[in-house]
C-alpha cells in the first residue's frame, strides 16, 4: 500500500510540474522580450544623442575659425595702439606738474580709458588664440578626454575678453577715439557673445569617449 501511495504522489507532482512547465516559459520569453525592448531603446537614444552631437561639431568648427580672425584683428590693432603709445609717450619738462586728469597709462590717442582697454585687450587677444590652438586639438579629437582642457581655457579667455569689453564701454562713454580702436571695441564685444556660445557648443562632445 505504502508503495503504491508514494507512485500516486510522484505521478501527481509530475503532472503538476508538467503543467507550470509551459507558464516559465511564457515568462521567460517575456522576460527575455523586454530585455530585447530595452537594448534596442537604450541603442535608440544613444543613436540620437550621437546625432545630435556630431550635428554641434560644424558649429564649433565655425566659431572657432571666427574667433580667430576676430583675435587677430583685435591683436594687431592693439599691437599698433601699443607701439604707438611707446613711440609717441606722454612727456613733460623738469619742474612742471602732471596734468589734473593724468592716467598712469597715456596713449597719444583716445581718452583715458585707453591704456587700459588697449592693454587688457591684448592679453584677451593672447589667451584667445590660446583657446584657439587647444580648441583645435579637441575638435580633431571630438571626445570628453580633450573636453576639459579646451573648455577651461576657452574660458579664461572669455573671462578677459568680458574684461576687456567692460574698458571699452569706458572708452566708447568717454567719446573720443580714432576708428581702429571703434573696430577693436566692436570686435570685443562682439567676441564676448562668440566666445560664449563657443564654449557651449564645444561641450557636445561630453558623451563622447575612446
Known amino acids: 500500500m505504502n508503495y503504491s501511495i508514494s507512485l500516486q504522489k510522484r505521478r501527481v507532482d509530475h503532472i503538476t510540474a508538467s503543467e507550470k512547465s509551459p507558464q516559465k516559459v511564457e515568462n521567460m520569453s517575456y522576460l527575455g522580450e523586454q530585455t530585447i525592448g530595452g537594448s534596442e531603446q537604450a541603442f535608440s537614444l544613444s543613436s540620437t544623442e550621437m546625432a545630435n552631437n556630431d550635428q554641434m561639431k560644424p558649429v564649433a568648427t565655425l566659431l572657432l575659425g571666427l574667433n580667430f580672425c576676430m583675435y587677430v584683428i583685435v591683436l594687431g ?4 595702439a601699443m607701439n604707438r603709445a611707446i613711440d609717441h609717450g606722454f612727456t613733460i619738462d623738469s619742474g612742471l606738474q602732471l596734468p589734473a586728469h593724468f592716467s598712469p597709462i597715456s596713449f597719444p590717442m583716445g581718452n583715458g580709458a585707453t591704456g587700459f582697454f588697449v592693454a587688457f585687450a591684448l592679453i584677451a ?3 584667445g588664440v590660446g583657446s584657439i590652438i587647444s580648441g583645435v586639438n579637441h575638435i580633431r579629437s571630438w571626445t570628453s578626454e580633450s573636453l576639459p582642457s579646451a573648455a577651461s581655457v576657452a574660458s579664461i579667455a572669455w573671462a578677459l575678453t ?3 569689453m567692460g574698458f571699452a564701454c569706458k572708452e566708447i562713454e568717454l567719446n573720443i577715439r580714432n576708428a ?3 573696430t577693436m571695441e566692436a570686435f570685443l564685444i562682439i567676441l564676448s557673445a562668440t566666445q560664449l556660445f563657443y564654449i557651449a557648443a564645444i561641450h557636445g562632445a561630453a ?3 575612446r
Open 207 to 209: 558623451a563622447y569617449r
Open 162 to 164: 568680458l574684461l576687456a
Open 77 to 80: 590693432i592693439g599691437g599698433w
Open 180 to 182: 581702429r580702436l571703434k
Open 125 to 127: 587677444g593672447v589667451v
